[in-house]
């Protein structure tokens, strides 16, 4: 079964509004969480790095103030979009490394559509 | 340059044919390879993990060459089910991984 569990697998909203995509490891801890993003036909691009407990790293070009990410706990982490325009609509998807995981997880993703 | 680069495709092939497909990375310090399959509208899995020796899995042959910067993944007796695409993936020294944007693998009846 999954290892990382990512909610929810597809929302749709209008545009403005903000959406709170959830990723949680199951049978481990996990001190690092990763977001990435895939447009249609693109590679999976890594948006920020969470580290439980502290703020998350973004890459560049990735603004902070739009996608809040949380990382509260070593089983969850959260991905907010806030203010979502139609440009937002991508695939998101979270993976997940612990301390003592062989390799890295990741969700089943989310797929988000503004309209 | 595109930090991982692959041939997109798509790879159309018959059951049970051969298929190879490449990988670039510009990175000379990268440490970590590996090969993801992603089916369409689903989360990546990983395939198997590159090393310098080359390493094998059943059906699936992995080959790293660290002067020339690629990575290789051989398919041989190509299922129906192979249908799909093989993300090549590099890691550097932290936990960030660098994905190309993948290889499409189609196998025909």
């Known amino acids: 079964g999954a290892v990382v569990s990512q909610h929810p697998s597809r929302v749709i909203c209008k545009s403005g509004t903000s959406v709170k995509i959830e990723c949680r490891s199951l049978d481990f801890q996990a001190t690092t969480m990763f977001w990435y993003r895939q447009f249609p036909k693109q590679s999976l691009m890594l948006m920020a790095t969470s580290n439980e407990g502290s703020k998350a790293t973004y890459e560049q070009g990735v603004e902070k103030d739009k996608f809040l990410i949380n990382h509260a706990s070593l089983t969850l982490s959260t991905l907010t979009v806030t203010s979502a325009h139609p440009e937002d609509s991508s695939f998101y998807i979270c993976?997940?490394?612990?301390?003592?995981?062989?390799?890295?997880?990741f969700g089943e993703g989310s797929r988000l559509t503004v309209l | 340059r595109k930090e991982v680069e692959q041939d997109p495709g798509p790879f159309n092939v018959p059951e049970g044919a051969t298929v190879a497909f490449n990988c670039t990375y510009s990175n000379s310090a990268s440490q970590s390879f590996f090969w993801y399959r992603q089916d369409c509208r689903k989360e990546p899995k990983l395939l198997m993990s590159?090393?310098?020796s080359g390493n094998e899995d059943g059906r699936f042959t992995a080959q790293l060459n660290r002067a020339s910067q690629y990575i290789s993944l051989l398919i041989r007796d190509s299922k129906l089910s192979d249908s799909a695409t093989y993300l090549c993936?590099?890691?550097?020294?932290?936990?960030?991984?660098?994905f190309g944007t993948g290889t499409l693998l189609a196998v025909q009846p």
């Open positions: 993976s997940a490394r612990g301390d003592r995981a062989l390799g890295l997880f």
């Open positions: 993936v590099v890691g550097g020294a932290t936990n960030k991984l660098i």
């Open positions: 590159v090393y310098s």
